[in-house]
């Protein structure tokens, strides 16, 4: 995939901060044209995650939604826009399933401002839940790749073989909501990432109140010896947990993105501190906007390697008044 622009704006994890979106794409050159947002030689790739959480989620979404639709700017399914597609549709007729993803609080609390805030415009929610059912989960342009959480390229060879290509469908959304199945995993894992069950049965409670039995891991870990090696979270583990040795079985549930991989770009971690690369060839975008953290951009041109002063963002604490 080739572009006529000359560069390329590439936006992390937004959730509903429509504020510090308007005052970031002004940062990088880009001003309201006929309602829309656009820069005269670049476009935005957005990473994902428009919805949830934030306090201005519709806003957020029409916004981003006018950039695709005219051409301003491509994005990737975040997992926050496939939660919302499972939780909103039902079970296909004979199934167990009453809704493809089950209605628990946890997962209403997840979702709960997206809902609150969509729910006196229902042409809106119809509009935007078949607009996300055309997003694709991955892009792969000439130099560089978008995925929202992690690029595994087995799946994504399998996936291309079984669907055509890299966008989403309904049979995939589906087949997506049946635990074990390829599809359940090739989302599982492109949208949240590897990660690793905390040994021994225990439990962490995280910073976003949740408690959990699994935690985030690095995909560029070479030769990780120790649980430390691989934790990729704001959350650090416990300390008599972080020491432990990986066991086979925690290895071979890992991936690994080579250093001679061309350049990827990621968000869905929720990083924290100034903007940096993961690696010469890996860059979170990921600064957890929505807690007062950074939205942030990265302003690729044709570099090969991740430029720390390519970086930009907008400190929300400091410079939004949400």
């Given at each position: 995939?080739?572009?006529?622009?000359?560069?390329?704006?590439?936006?992390?994890?937004?959730?509903?901060c429509a504020k510090s979106l308007e005052l970031l794409l002004q940062k990088l050159g880009y001003s309201k044209?006929?309602?829309?947002?656009?820069?005269?030689?670049?476009?935005?790739?957005?990473?994902?995650?428009?919805?949830?959480?934030?306090?201005?989620?519709?806003?957020?979404?029409?916004?981003?939604?006018?950039?695709?639709?005219?051409?301003?700017?491509?994005?990737?399914?975040?997992?926050?826009?496939?939660?919302?597609?499972?939780?909103?549709?039902?079970?296909?007729?004979?199934?167990?399933?009453?809704?493809?993803?089950?209605?628990?609080?946890?997962?209403?609390?997840?979702?709960?401002?997206?809902?609150?805030?969509?729910?006196?415009?229902?042409?809106?929610?119809?509009?935007?839940?078949?607009?996300?059912?055309?997003?694709?989960?991955?892009?792969?342009?000439?130099?560089?790749?978008?995925?929202?959480?992690?690029?595994?390229?087995?799946?994504?060879?399998?996936?291309?073989?079984?669907?055509?290509?890299?966008?989403?469908?309904?049979?995939?959304?589906?087949?997506?909501?049946?635990?074990?199945?390829?599809?359940?995993?090739?989302?599982?894992?492109?949208?949240?990432?590897?990660?690793?069950?905390?040994?021994?049965?225990?439990?962490?409670?995280?910073?976003?109140?949740?408690?959990?039995?699994?935690?985030?891991?690095?995909?560029?870990?070479?030769?990780?010896?120790?649980?430390?090696?691989?934790?990729?979270?704001?959350?650090?583990?416990?300390?008599?947990?972080?020491?432990?040795?990986?066991?086979?079985?925690?290895?071979?549930?890992?991936?690994?993105?080579?250093?001679?991989?061309?350049?990827?770009?990621?968000?869905?971690?929720?990083?924290?501190?100034?903007?940096?690369?993961?690696?010469?060839?890996?860059?979170?975008?990921?600064?957890?906007?929505?807690?007062?953290?950074?939205?942030?951009?990265?302003?690729?041109?044709?570099?090969?390697e991740i430029r720390p002063d390519k970086f930009v963002w907008v400190d929300v604490k400091r410079e939004v008044?949400?």
């Amino acid at each position: 995939m080739a572009h006529t622009r000359q560069g390329v704006d590439l936006i992390g994890d937004v959730h509903g901060c429509a504020k510090s979106l308007e005052l970031l794409l002004q940062k990088l050159g880009y001003s309201k044209q006929s309602g829309v947002y656009r820069h005269p030689t670049r476009k935005v790739i957005f990473l994902g995650d428009i919805v949830d959480r934030g306090p201005r989620i519709r806003e957020a979404l029409h916004l981003v939604y006018d950039m695709v639709s005219r051409g301003n700017a491509e994005i990737v399914m975040g997992n926050h826009e496939y939660n919302v597609l499972c939780y909103l549709t039902p079970g296909e007729q004979g199934s167990d399933m009453e809704w493809l993803r089950e209605r628990t609080p946890r997962h209403f609390r997840i979702l709960k401002e997206t809902l609150e805030q969509l729910a006196n415009h229902p042409q809106d929610q119809k509009d935007f839940l078949d607009w996300f059912m055309t997003m694709p989960i991955y892009l792969e342009h000439e130099h560089f790749r978008v995925v929202h959480a992690c690029w595994q390229q087995d799946l994504i060879d399998q996936f291309r073989t079984l669907y055509g290509g890299n966008c989403f469908s309904e049979r995939l959304l589906h087949r997506s909501a049946v635990n074990g199945s390829f599809e359940w995993t090739l989302m599982d894992r492109l949208l949240r990432g590897t990660h690793l069950r905390l040994p021994n049965g225990e439990q962490m409670i995280s910073k976003d109140g949740f408690k959990r039995s699994f935690f985030r891991t690095k995909f560029w870990a070479r030769n990780p010896q120790k649980y430390i090696d691989v934790v990729f979270q704001p959350d650090p583990l416990p300390e008599h947990v972080a020491r432990l040795p990986l066991t086979r079985s925690n290895l071979e549930d890992l991936s690994f993105y080579g250093e001679k991989e061309p350049l990827l770009f990621i968000g869905h971690y929720w990083r924290e501190g100034n903007p940096q690369p993961i690696t010469s060839n890996i860059a979170c975008l990921d600064y957890s906007a929505v807690k007062y953290g950074k939205l942030v951009a990265y302003r690729l041109d044709d570099e090969t390697e991740i430029r720390p002063d390519k970086f930009v963002w907008v400190d929300v604490k400091r410079e939004v008044n949400e």
